[in-house]
């Protein structure tokens, strides 16, 4: 009687906990424009709450996410305005890289000035992403240069950055580099991190991009077509998914999606010709035990709710980049726009 009393009580706790934290399902999005500019926005971030961001026309901001009011600045006494996009902060610092020659990286500075800690000058130089580990390690990735991917890497916070050596990355193939869409070709989870690149590649490093290999997954690949993937995101450091395509070529559904389960060694595609086709950023939905995932770009908003195995579009809102502030809320940029995403 005491061991099957034990069982019940087991099954009714269960039961309690699974009807408490149900797995949401999304049946639409609440569209809610903030700013409308002439920007062309692909770099946010969400900083203490705030929104982060940086564009073209040399422009960066942030928007105050409770008074919905967004406040703007210019990096001044350049020759030509410069793009960017890519955006990633520590607790400290604020950070943006822009992306053709010469590629400049500021952080914030005194008085509230941007000040440049990094400058790379060369004929083909573009940087397509920036993020960091923790608050004192952080990678940006870039397009192949002299053999190899371009990588940079800080171990102080982003005070100093080092180009990594060709000698010491996976031998480099021609043309690879990255697409420069949501700076979400990249992903950080502890001490490892991940990279996808226009070959379809995906580049690990378990040690705060100290050392490099390199894995290739089944995603359709195709430099002149622009094919290959724009955008990861893993759940946990085993969980991942991989989000491709071409933009050239929006409506292809074929060979563009793809998870690992196994920290990005093997890859198995997804809804092959059964989903929305090319999207330009994918990120995990909070609070959906990896099931929830949104993937958003020039051709709208689409949703799945079991991993990616089956999509549902959303909207035909157009959009570069998202990211979410709870399992309900997102911001959203691309072109003109900031937005507010409210998902029901």
């Not at 105050?64 to 410069?82: A, D, F, H, W, Y």
């Not at 990594?164 to 697409?179: F, H, N, V, W």
Request: proline share 4%; glycine share 10%.
């Amino acid at each position: 009687m005491k061991s099957l009393l034990a069982f019940f009580m087991a099954a009714v706790l269960l039961a309690c906990a699974t009807k408490e934290n149900p797995i949401p399902i999304f049946k639409g999005v609440k569209i809610a424009p903030i700013a409308m500019d002439s920007l062309s926005i692909r770099a946010i971030e969400l900083m203490e709450g705030n929104l982060v961001f940086a564009a073209n026309h040399s422009r960066y901001g942030m928007l105050n996410t409770k008074e919905m009011k967004v406040t703007s600045n210019t990096i001044k006494g350049l020759p030509n305005p410069v793009a960017f996009r890519s955006v990633a902060h520590t607790n400290s610092d604020f950070f943006m890289l822009s992306i053709e020659n010469p590629a400049l990286l500021y952080k914030t500075g005194d008085q509230g000035q941007m000040e440049l800690v990094y400058k790379e000058e060369a004929p083909g130089v573009f940087y397509d992403a920036l993020t960091f580990f923790d608050n004192q390690y952080g990678l940006a990735v870039g397009d192949a240069q002299g053999g190899c991917l371009s990588i940079l890497r800080t171990t102080d916070g982003g005070q100093s950055w080092i180009k990594i050596p060709c000698e010491e990355l996976p031998m480099g193939i021609a043309d690879e580099g990255a697409y420069a869409a949501s700076n979400t070709n990249i992903k950080t989870i502890g001490s490892k991190a991940w990279v996808a690149t226009t070959a379809a590649n995906i580049y690990y490093s378990g040690d705060y991009g100290a050392h490099w290999t390199r894995f290739q997954t089944p995603v359709k690949n195709d430099s002149i077509e622009a094919y290959g993937v724009y955008s990861i995101d893993f759940w946990n450091d085993q969980q991942g998914i991989a989000y491709g395509g071409s933009f050239v070529a929006p409506k292809d559904k074929s060979a563009n999606i793809a998870l690992t389960e196994d920290g990005g060694q093997h890859w198995e595609l997804l809804a092959q010709d059964a989903n929305p086709g090319y999207k330009s950023c994918v990120q995990y939905v909070p609070g959906t035990k990896g099931q929830g995932l949104v993937a958003i770009g020039f051709t709208g908003i689409s949703y799945s709710s079991d991993g990616g195995l089956h999509w549902t579009s959303l909207s035909e809102e157009s959009f570069y980049t998202i990211r979410f502030q709870d399992t309900h809320t997102a911001y959203a940029a691309g072109k003109g726009r900031i937005a507010k995403l409210e998902f029901y």
